[in-house]
């Protein structure tokens, strides 16, 4: 899923999302937890403290503060190596009852970053709380991988049209695209995951001081807070998952509902854009979708150069607008940017959504230690996601199987959206020759002995369909609850003031909301 992400300006959250490749080598199976006395020693990750400062950047509020903690690279051999992960904390105003750990999404969205440029939203929280969130291992500040650049013919090759592609070529292109993603990605990657990640998770509750974990996870971070629940029961606080992931459906599945909820999204916008007399696509909405698919086909068949040295094509255009659909407040905005594209060739403000996937050069930090901010590979966001979504699925069709199926595939895929189909396929066949992943979230992240947790799911969400959040609840059990927000968006948190109400209520006091509790759209802060 992509990022729950703020509307802060990408420049100053430093991620794209195009449909760059990954490399996901992992381990599969869940290691045994650290406190049951079965597995490696892991004493002195679980005693450090996190020793906090004043952040560095231009760009970070004065009031919040970073800190680092240290995990082991791989938890059955915890000896071999470590990865330190950035955190970042607005502390508490009032009496504090401890920290609530924040994940924005993706996989792949550095909350250090994120939390910087929206935390007005979470403010409210801090009444009882340190507000954290942290950068997963393979993001942002914490080990990043990358892809680096020549990406693109196996992007190209993925996503092109039947009678023109050869499958076996595609398969040799993006054999050597995943090559490219273990060249610039270091020795995290076949440690990532939402596995490592939720383990990391809990060496994050205890340098933070806290016996158990108060949590708020946004898309993706909804299925990291799930595998946190089946692999920590008993340490459990208040738990929130907000626009809720599957736990079951393969990447092929999925892909096809969030290219249907974005066509959906992007016919909205459109909608909206032609009753403005600057709408780069004139006022006549079915023309106008007319005119985004004849643009996107048109930039693929001759991008444009861009400052950075890649030229700017259609899907990265697809992928800049598929960012910008999740929040209609950052409509106004891809509107401005699509119409300098379109009458000026000026790339500025679509970049700004999504920088095309282009790498920039990774200093390899084999230690582990964070990287500088600056040195965050652009494409830093889709390599992550790509490699988390990879190390999450088992499935690995053979060669025969998706040449003899591409056809239909893509069929499917362009059925779903002439816009996002082939995007959303790229992003499945990239998982191929990549070791399966773990078969953990499927088998057994389900039925937990938790306290009671909170699961929001949005009727008009774009990327993580109401029904997911209904599956899930029913798959993790009597502890959860799901408050149904009817409303349009993707996640409910930050653009309906009942759920906002609703979910902090329970955060601070305990106070869940009625089996059966709705918002009404009509309770949205638009």
Not at 172 to 198: F, M, R, W
Request: with cysteine.
């Amino acid at each position: 899923m992509l990022a729950k992400l703020s509307t802060r300006p990408a420049a100053v959250r430093r991620c794209a999302a195009t449909g760059a490749t990954a490399l996901a080598l992992v381990g599969a199976g869940l290691p045994a937890a650290a406190s049951d006395g079965t597995g490696p020693d892991l004493t002195r990750f679980y005693r450090q403290k996190v020793t906090w400062s004043k952040c560095n950047g231009e760009e970070m509020p004065k009031d919040l503060q970073c800190g680092k903690v240290t995990v082991p690279l791989d938890y059955d051999r915890p000896t071999s190596g470590t990865l330190d992960l950035a955190l970042d904390r607005y502390r508490s105003t009032g009496k504090k009852r401890g920290s609530v750990l924040l994940n924005f999404g993706g996989p792949g969205a550095a909350g250090v970053s994120e939390l910087a440029a929206g935390g007005e939203d979470f403010m409210g929280l801090t009444n009882n709380y340190d507000v954290v969130s942290f950068d997963p291992r393979g993001v942002g500040r914490s080990s990043p991988v990358s892809c680096g650049d020549g990406t693109s013919g196996a992007s190209s090759a993925a996503g092109g049209s039947t009678e023109t592609s050869d499958p076996r070529a595609l398969l040799t292109q993006l054999k050597k695209a995943a090559d490219e993603c273990a060249k610039h990605s270091g020795p995290v990657l076949p440690h990532i995951g939402t596995v490592n990640s939720a383990r990391d998770m809990d060496v994050i509750r205890a340098a933070l001081g806290d016996k158990k974990l108060n949590y708020l996870g946004f898309s993706y971070g909804t299925r990291l807070g799930a595998v946190y629940a089946a692999q920590f029961p008993k340490k459990v606080g208040r738990l929130v998952l907000d626009g809720v992931d599957t736990l079951t459906e393969p990447m092929s599945e999925q892909g096809v509902v969030g290219a249907e909820g974005q066509q959906t999204a992007l016919d909205d916008f459109v909608d909206w854009c032609a009753q403005d007399i600057a709408c780069p696509f004139g006022q006549d909405a079915r023309d106008a979708r007319e005119q985004v698919v004849h643009l996107i086909h048109s930039l693929d068949e001759d991008p444009v150069p861009t400052d950075f040295g890649q030229d700017f094509t259609g899907q990265d255009l697809v992928g800049a607008i598929s960012q910008a659909l999740y929040s209609k407040q950052l409509w106004p905005s891809l509107e401005r940017a699509i119409a300098e594209l379109v009458e000026d060739g000026d790339t500025r403000g679509v970049m700004g959504f999504a920088t095309g996937g282009a790498g920039l050069p990774l200093r390899q930090h084999r230690n582990g230690g964070l990287v500088d901010e600056n040195d965050v590979p652009l494409d830093n966001l889709p390599a992550a996601l790509m490699a988390i979504n990879c190390a999450d699925d088992p499935d690995r069709p053979s060669a025969d199987r998706i040449v003899g199926e591409l056809g239909k595939l893509r069929a499917e895929y362009e059925q779903a959206s002439p816009v996002f189909g082939r995007y959303r396929l790229t992003e499945l066949l990239m998982c191929y020759g990549r070791p399966k992943g773990t078969d953990y979230i499927r088998k057994d992240v389900r039925d937990v002995h938790t306290p009671k947790m909170l699961l929001v799911g949005t009727r008009g969400d774009p990327a993580t369909p109401y029904r997911w959040t209904v599956e899930t609840a029913k798959r993790l059990g009597s502890s959860a609850v799901v408050l149904d927000n009817r409303g349009d968006g993707h996640t409910g948190y930050a653009s309906s003031k009942c759920v906002h109400g609703k979910v902090d209520t329970f955060l601070l006091y305990g106070t869940l909301p009625p089996t059966g509790s709705s918002c009404g759209p009509e309770e949205e802060d638009q």
